[in-house]
């Protein structure tokens, strides 16, 4: 198992040394290292604590919360401790989880018992649903994301071009240097999962397959423009465009594929746009889409489109931490790859790495739209690894 520490790490650690105000909720896709950094997080604190996980607890015995919860109480008086720490992953499993926890929250707040707590979960979804309905105004939300270039790089020593390739599992770094294996891991071991457990189990979706396939067509077309009505024409199984909207909303929501909708400054022409799919981590692309590292790597189209991916997938990851929307922008044959907003700055992005002709987009764009700030990502302008390890923050 790696050991290399995140910088998540340094702000688990002082969330915990603050006084208890908040329930610190850790969430994130599924494999990129959740358990392992609050393992490595507990190793550092000086805070007594215990830690436990409701992965194998039986899905109806909701009041394993309270047990666990009276337990921590329990060491920390026996103890005579001024403050205790309780950690529970995996609380999403637990049926009707965040009432039992804000109830034992609420009555610690209430008799002054200093036990700080913290829940890490794989679903977004299902604690989306728990966290709002529920423990509003009671949590902070921090978000574990995919693995960057720079901290791939550090812990796996990937360079650039096999980041953009590979992309940013943690779990697949090992087995790049045999592709079939790779391949197999990440459908096997974190796909399949991802989208059985953390989607499909947690939305109600009648049509599970149908699901799949979308998953699969949209990770085949990261970078690219496809509309949904398209898309219904290649599904198997019965389906429509809304449904398929509905669909790439989920996988959205649980970090594994969006669509990118086209800049305007008319909100509905950017629903009614065909979207750009855009993967979080570019392994899903090469997983559904990928011939092999050198074939693709010396093709200038393919490669192109694969570093226009991890481009996105760097941009879209930030979306929420630092307040901005994502968008591409397309009149006839000329675009631009990337338009980054908020409600201070537009910024325009431009990927050239051999997959684009020459075209006018940014110029129409500038014209058009008069953008804060404009630049290229790859020939001629920044270059790729230098934009991968930006502090995208500086940008706004």
């Known amino acids: 198992m790696y050991n290399y520490h995140r910088t998540i790490n340094q702000e688990i650690l002082s969330r915990i040394e603050e006084p208890r105000r908040f329930i610190q909720v850790i969430a994130g896709p599924r494999q990129v290292g959740k ?9 550092e604190t000086k805070i007594e604590y215990l830690s436990e996980n409701a992965d194998a607890v039986d899905v109806t015995d909701s009041d394993w919360i309270r047990r666990v919860w009276e337990t921590a109480r329990n060491k920390m008086l026996l ?3 001024p403050e205790y720490l309780l950690v529970i992953d995996e609380i999403q499993k637990i049926n009707n989880w965040s009432e039992i926890v804000k109830r034992e929250w609420d009555a610690d707040t209430l008799n002054n018992v200093n036990l700080k707590v913290i829940l890490l979960g794989s679903s977004r979804l299902m604690l989306r649903k728990g966290l709002s309905e529920s423990l509003a105004g009671r949590f902070e939300l921090i978000r574990a994301r ?3 270039y720079q901290e791939m790089h550090d812990a796996f020593g990937l ?5 953009i390739y590979f992309g940013g599992y943690p779990g697949a770094a090992s087995l790049i ?3 079939r294996r790779w391949r197999k891991y990440v459908k096997d071991s974190l796909v399949a999962p991802a989208i059985e457990k953390d989607v499909i189990l947690t939305s109600n979706i009648y049509k599970p397959s149908l699901m799949h396939q979308v998953f699969k067509i949209g990770c085949a077309y990261s970078a690219e423009l496809l509309s949904l009505t398209k898309i219904v024409g290649q599904l198997q199984d019965a389906g429509n465009a809304t449904t398929v909207a509905n669909y790439v909303n989920l996988l959205n929501q649980s970090e594994l594929l969006c669509g990118l909708q086209k800049y305007a400054v008319d909100e509905a022409r950017k629903y009614n746009s065909v979207p750009k799919f855009q993967v979080y981590n570019n392994a899903l692309l090469t997983a559904f889409r990928g011939k092999n590292y050198v074939s693709d790597r010396t ?4 490669w ?3 570093v226009e991916s991890a481009i996105g997938a760097y941009l879209v990851a930030y979306t929420n931490e630092l307040d901005y929307r994502v968008f591409y922008w397309r009149n006839s044959n000329d675009e631009v790859d990337f338009i980054i907003s908020n409600s201070e700055k537009t910024i325009a992005i431009e990927v050239k790495s051999g997959r684009h002709a020459q075209n006018k987009g940014m110029k129409i764009f500038h014209e058009q739209y008069h953008p804060e700030t404009e630049f290229i990502v790859g020939t001629s302008g920044i270059s790729i690894e230098e934009f991968l390890t930006m502090n995208l923050e500086n940008l706004l």
């Open 79 to 81: 103890q005579e401790l």
């Open 146 to 148: 995919h693995w960057s």
């Open 299 to 302: 093709n200038p189209t393919t």
């Open 159 to 163: 360079t650039i071009d096999q980041y």
């Open 35 to 43: 358990s392992t950094m609050i393992t490595q997080v507990l190793a």
């Open 177 to 179: 240097n045999n592709e």
């Open 304 to 306: 192109g489109r694969w």
